[in-house]
């Protein structure tokens, strides 16, 4: 009983840190910022960012 507890209330501090991460970014309005280059790396920081959270996730359960 006591493990559930415990993972429930870190699934509850992961929950809280991932939302205050997100809000902490500032939204970009499509008219201020330009379209990368097509040679631009851009399109790869959104997968890169789900896997450093999936690893970070790993390493707190782990």
Known sequence: MEAAMKMKM???AMLVI???S???MKGVAAADAPAPAPASDATIFVPT???SIAALA???LF
Do not use: E, H, R
Request: hydrophobic content about 75%; charged content about 0%; proline content about 0%.
């Open 10 to 12: 870190v699934a509850t």
């Open 18 to 20: 991932m939302m205050m």
């Open 22 to 24: 997100v809000s902490g």
């Open 49 to 51: 960012l789900f896997a």
């Open 58 to 60: 790993f390493g707190f």
